[in-house]
């Protein structure tokens, strides 16, 4: 398969080195991963906040072309699904959904979410330790935790940018992924119901399980 780039797209409160442990197992190709808090500190405030008005800053942003792939992270490869739905570019998923019913959120009603951002409790200290105390997995505690330091640190103002992304309503897909994996012990995103490759770990599986991740894009590039 002919590709000009390997362009990554991160998760909800995640950054570009999450993709650190991946990279050196993929085959060599030129590869940009985006820094979406970029994207957001030059945001226009006039333009609604959508999977579909990201996805068309990150055309633009970065001169996605089809013959690029896109490889997203959970909220990376919403993302992802819509730039395809634009220009038709080849996705893979890790991690992520088409279908926004797959999150596995209790809070998905945006201006719920809004409010309890407000009130500051989402990143008090308190809210912080008590998830990390709470965090089931050993294989990927250090990166949760680390995501959790930045929690308490980011912007609230980008943490709502995030969340308006994932919830705010958007046109249905018409086409799908090209490629989708996913782990078993996924407690954040719902396996889908089309074709996906399983492997073991969690949500975390780019981080925690990055070999099979690796081999199965590698697979679908060759």
Not at 132 to 149: G, M, W
Not at 176 to 182: G, N, S, V
Request: net charge positive.
């Amino acid at each position: 398969m002919s590709v000009d780039r390997l362009v990554f797209i991160h998760g909800n409160l995640d950054v570009p080195t999450s993709f650190d442990a991946l990279l050196p197992l993929l085959p060599a190709a030129q590869t940009l991963c985006i820094n979406l808090e970029n994207d957001f500190n030059s945001w226009d405030a006039a333009v609604p906040v959508t999977a579909r008005t990201v996805a068309q800053r990150v055309v633009q942003a970065y001169g996605i072309s089809p013959r690029d792939v896109l490889i997203g992270h959970s909220m990376g490869g919403w993302i992802a699904a819509h730039v395809k739905e634009l220009i038709g570019v080849r996705v893979i998923q890790l991690s992520s959904w088409t279908d926004p019913r797959k999150i596995r959120s209790p809070l998905q009603r945006l201006s719920l979410i809004r409010w309890v951002v407000s009130t500051g409790v989402v990143q008090h200290p308190f809210s912080i330790r008590a998830a990390k105390l709470l965090y089931p997995f050993p294989a990927s505690r250090t990166r949760v935790r680390a995501s959790l330091d930045r929690l308490q640190r980011i912007d609230p103002a980008y943490l709502m940018w995030q969340y308006e992304l994932i919830f705010n309503a958007v046109p249905p897909l018409t086409v799908l992924p090209d490629l989708r994996i996913h782990a078993r012990h996924d407690i954040v995103i719902a396996p889908p119901d089309q074709p996906y490759v399983r492997v073991s770990g969690n949500h975390q599986i780019h981080a925690n399980n990055p070999h099979d991740v690796a081999r199965a894009i590698s697979e679908f590039l060759s």
